[in-house]
């Protein structure tokens, strides 16, 4: 069973940053690829980014050019670089590791808030 530890979560001001870490349970090249979700109150929950295996990575246009994926393998940890906040950015952020071979298994954790003031 994977286990997957979001941290770092809190409340700032509109323009501040905040970075979210994901601590897994096992080695993150154990995984095909890692990503970030938000769910925003009364709302689905979304993609944010993702990186693959090989490190590309991927954003959704709401948060391209504002918020980074990196990660850190000898501490088994991914990371969320959020700048250039906005209250729309308020949300709870998942860690989700995805393994693909003869099926598709998904591991969840269970969410930080972040909460962005006007």
């Known amino acids: 069973q994977v286990q997957l530890v979001e941290s770092g979560g809190g409340l700032v001001q509109a323009g501040g940053s905040l970075r979210l870490s994901c601590a897994a349970s096992?080695?993150?090249?154990?995984?095909?690829?890692m990503g970030w979700y938000r769910q925003a109150p009364g709302k689905q929950r979304e993609l944010v980014g993702t990186i693959t295996r090989s490190g590309t990575t991927n954003y959704a246009d709401s948060v391209k050019g504002r918020f980074t994926i990196s990660r850190d393998n000898a501490k088994n940890t991914v990371y969320l670089q959020m700048d250039s906040l906005k209250p729309d950015d308020t949300a709870v952020y998942y860690c989700?590791?995805?393994?693909?071979?003869?099926?598709?298994?998904?591991?969840w954790g269970r969410g930080t808030q972040v909460t962005v003031s006007s």
């Open positions: 989700n590791s995805r393994t693909i071979g003869f099926g598709i298994d998904d591991y």
């Open positions: 096992r080695s993150i090249f154990s995984f095909n690829a």
